[in-house]
């Protein structure tokens, strides 16, 4: 029987480590790499240019590799439900093979086209790249407690939540085994045992499109400072590597005006558009470390970012509201203002903190900005300073920033405005100690916002408070050529840990006076403490600390009064609008008794 | 959806016409036994489905011996609906006349709070406007416990106020005013806010807890406020209320000897303030909250006198005294200079090192501590006179600072199983010679007597 193959790319735009591909060219008579776009919808996306150029960048890398083997890249216009039934008859296709998309709205598109190729007898091969673990494994063991605590009173087991901390996932993952090894690139001669013929008008039909196709406008466009595709991705990893081996030091690196930098062995956005196999990355930072410890096993903080990117693929791929507070189970319900104007500030880098609109216009221009600048700009948009909610915010970073992953980028923007996963929300950054912290010269600052860079160091990062002398002399006076703060962040501040604090204090009903335990905590997963110095002082990089067969599984609220599942603690007593819960009746009947609690929230 | 609400409203109120003087459960239950029970069995199960489900059993053999919904005691009804939502209870009241009236009973509507977003500047749902007409026509009489949840925009302030000076024959124990986003009390003329304020405060005559945070009140009317509600007066709330004089405050303390509660700015606390609180008349004062602002930069504050402090120490051996700072380091001058009974104390922005040693020194009471930034030198030693002196911590937050690992152990050593909040941003633990990462949280969770992690931030 004839087989006849088609491999669609959408993320993984990779020949290396690509699983649906090796099964898109295992024994078939032919293959042809699609990439499915829309040009007519692709101006009006909520996607800015820089995306846009690095995809196209990473689809003219591929379709040049391709070549090199005798093939071509078939960038096909449409939208994928559409044109896959034309593909289908035109080229006689038996075989659809693509990489496993976990994400809510990726599985159900591709539940659709994996339909639709039954209808047309097309056999379809989906094969998990994207990520270094099998997700949905993940979340069955967060929902099976192990042996060891089936007498526990166990709260309550959601089947099918996944970890809410960081810490849990780490010992879930300490227990899986290592993630599949990655396969090596597509050869000439797996290309060639199943050459395709290409047409001659081919490019007519199916080339990479360019920018002005797509209706952006290049006049003027500063060059690309990340170039897009998989051969700078697999370069990048090189210069990755030997940096890692020059340092031979895996600790947490000191931040400072280097870091704010794009730097050429950053790697983000290749494993965004998968450029770059997350696999590959593990596997080498791997061996490179065991190469220079001797044989260590690494631990799990190696893969620090890697993690990340996992974890919060894990938490959202079940969670189709994931990238809103209403409707979704792990969000606390904050009320947070509209505010447009404040808002429009925020997003174009005129907020008149110098720190802040160096980044803001740093991710416009390069479309990358440091995860320190994340946190800045996120918690001074929402929990900081502003009180706009981290959905306008997310909607903000998903037009600019390169690596924006639809999870990555919502569960982030929860993390950093502690909208979820229990997070203490003291810590406010301030947008010009944190700054100044970070880069005491201010020349980060002056990269981005020229207008301000004959101003002293004392007074770069809050301009406002300099003599008018010193502003007449750096040629920049602040309410005319630089905007004044839009906000005096002290009073901002203040208010904003009242507001939260209330939000936390409704959800726990906690109504002491200390901040810190506002906040709800569960007891994370992990070894019980040693007793005794001699195992503490033991522990060496063979036995990572987090390794035990004595978990616990149970999810403890901090505090043992409050026997709510740790799901439902995100959603405050009060979310609907005239309720009188039974719990406010029993609450009014304590505070008649201890009469300085009044019955209504005046904590 | 609210709409039914105000619906169900109106049709109950024409059925409590006709029962009228009819108070007893039983005699309503008397007058159309036959109607509620068909009612009821309407909803049962058909009898095939009830042998299926023994829940439904028992109701309708409850109901074969003659039980009728309509029966039920009113104190159980009122427990029932005491736990259902407002909406739910509006569904129930149209099921029959007993249930009917349960609904409207006082017990339900001494507690309300009540919600005002606009939907251009609010996320959040609003109480129904038509709710709102009803509860102030039916029920304004039994509320006792209100609050006002104010979005951002001017308009929701000036529909709280509506309200506030509607609430003419009701008789409030609680009172708030909560701005959940932008304070838009302080939008409003003064004047408005005010004589809608004054109108609680002039019918109340019995408030007792009172949190007016970031509103345009005045002298005038917290005289208002002390003339009609003193003897009953135990907690007011009110940081940030600018046109509050210290003499202001000193009115209230002086002639309300019940107050036990009271949050209020830096500027208007006074040596007089904390004497007429320690007064003899005066009951003992439980919390003190006290926001330290900076308004504008290079701001100086004045000190309170250390003997001040001791009298209220020795009036009230026990109170709370919580202070949030949110001052540019070199306004901290006149801080911490002597001892201060401080429990709970709170930067909001970054503290010198300076500072934080003479914390150590002069605040023996020390409860909690939260230090959100302070510069690039390790706070070691601070810390370890703090674990010393600071027999009572129990909480600690740190958020940009940097602390040696080993210092940190050492803290956590002389703390101990007291320490029952720690929340260390993971970047604050500088590894060396001592311990690194991984070490420190085996090593700390050991003294601490339970397993414990720095808190962390993506590295996305």
Known sequence: MVVNSVHWFRKGLRLHDNPALQEALNSADTVRCVYILDPWFAGSANVGINRWRFLLESLEDLDSSLRKLDSRLFVVRGQPANVFPSLFKEWNVTRLTFEYDSEPYGKERDGAIIKMAEEFGVETIVRNSHTLYNLDRIIEMNNCPPLAVKNHPIVEMNNGSPPLTFKRFQALVNRLELPMKPLPTITQEQMGSCRTKIADNHDEHYSVPSLEELGFKTQGLDPAVWKGGESEALERLNKHLDRKAWVASFERARINMCSLIASPTGLSPYLRFGCLSCRVFYYNLRELYMKLRKNCSPPLSLFGQLLWREFFYAAGTNNPNFDRMEGNPICVQIPWDHNPEALAKWAEGSTGFPWIDAIMTQLRQEGWIHHLARHAVACFLTRGDLWISWESGMRVFEELLLDADWSVNAGSWMWLSCSAFFQQFFHCYCPVGFGRRTDPSGDYIRRYIPKLKDYPNRYIYEPWRAPESVQKAANCIVGVDYPKPMINHAEGSRLNIERMKQVYQQLSHYRGLSLLASVPTIQEEAEPPPTDDSQASSSTCESPPHTSSAQSNTLKRGRSSEPQSTQMCTHTKHQHTSTAKGDQVQQQEQWEEQSEHPPVDLQ | ?460
């Not at chain 2, 009471?365 to 027999?391: F, H, Q, S």
Request: glycine share 4%; proline share 5%.
């Open chain 2, 1 to 460: 959806m609210y709409y039914s609400h105000q619906t169900s409203l109106c049709v109950s109120s024409y059925r409590m016409k006709r029962v009228k003087g009819d108070e007893d459960a039983c005699s309503s239950s008397s007058e159309g036994p036959t109607e509620s029970c068909k009612k009821v069995r309407k909803l049962q199960p058909s009898k095939e489905k009830q042998q299926e489900e023994e829940e439904e059993e028992t109701d309708v053999d409850l109901c074969e011996f003659g039980f009728d919904w309509a029966l039920l005691p009113q104190e159980i009804l009122l427990n029932i609906f005491q736990f259902l939502p407002l909406l739910d209870r509006a569904y129930a009241s149209q099921v029959c006349r007993g249930w009917n009236q349960a609904f409207h009973m006082p017990e339900l509507w001494r507690c309300f709070e009540f919600e005002l977003n606009q939907p251009a500047s609010s996320y959040l749902k609003a109480t129904h406007p038509d709710l709102i007409k009803q509860i102030i026509k039916r029920h304004s009489n039994h509320l006792q416990y209100v609050s006002f949840k104010v979005d951002s925009s001017t308009e929701s302030a000036e529909a709280a106020c509506d309200i506030l000076s509607q609430l003419v024959n009701c008789s409030l124990k609680t009172l708030g005013l909560i701005s959940t986003a932008r304070p838009s009390f302080m939008e409003l003329p003064k004047s408005h806010f005010i004589s809608a304020l004054t109108v609680v405060f002039v019918n109340s005559k019995s408030l007792s807890s009172l949190k007016i945070d970031d509103t345009p009140v005045d002298d005038p009317s917290l005289k208002v406020l002390v003339a009609n509600n003193s003897d009953t007066l135990r907690m007011l709330k009110m940081s940030s209320c600018p046109h509050v004089s210290p003499a202001g405050i000193l009115c209230v303390a002086d002639q309300c000897h019940g107050l036990r509660e009271l949050a209020l700015n830096y500027h208007l606390l006074s040596d007089e303030l904390l004497l007429a609180l320690s007064s003899e008349k005066h009951v003992h004062l439980e919390h003190l909250r006290i926001d330290v602002v900076s308004e504008n930069p290079g701001q100086h504050f004045h000190t309170i006198r250390k003997s001040s402090w001791d009298a209220m120490l020795r009036h009230s051996p026990k109170f709370n005294l919580v202070m949030y700072f949110f001052l540019y380091e070199d306004e901290f001058g006149p801080f911490f200079r002597e001892e201060v009974p401080i429990t709970h104390l709170y930067f909001g922005r970054s503290v010198s090192k300076d500072v934080l040693g003479r914390v150590g020194l002069h605040c023996p009471r020390l409860v909690e501590l939260v230090v959100c930034a302070n510069g690039l030198r390790p706070l070691d030693e601070e810390l370890i006179r703090i674990a010393k002196r600071c027999t009572q911590l129990s909480a600690i937050g740190l958020g940009e600072c940097e602390v040696s690992c080993s210092a940190f152990v050492e803290f956590v050593k002389m703390c101990g199983r007291r320490l029952s909040q720690l929340s260390i941003m993971e970047e604050v633990l500088i590894p060396d010679h001592k311990y690194n990462l991984d070490e420190i949280h085996w090593e700390v969770s050991k003294h601490l007597g339970r397993v414990w992690f720095p808190d962390m931030m993506p590295t996305w």
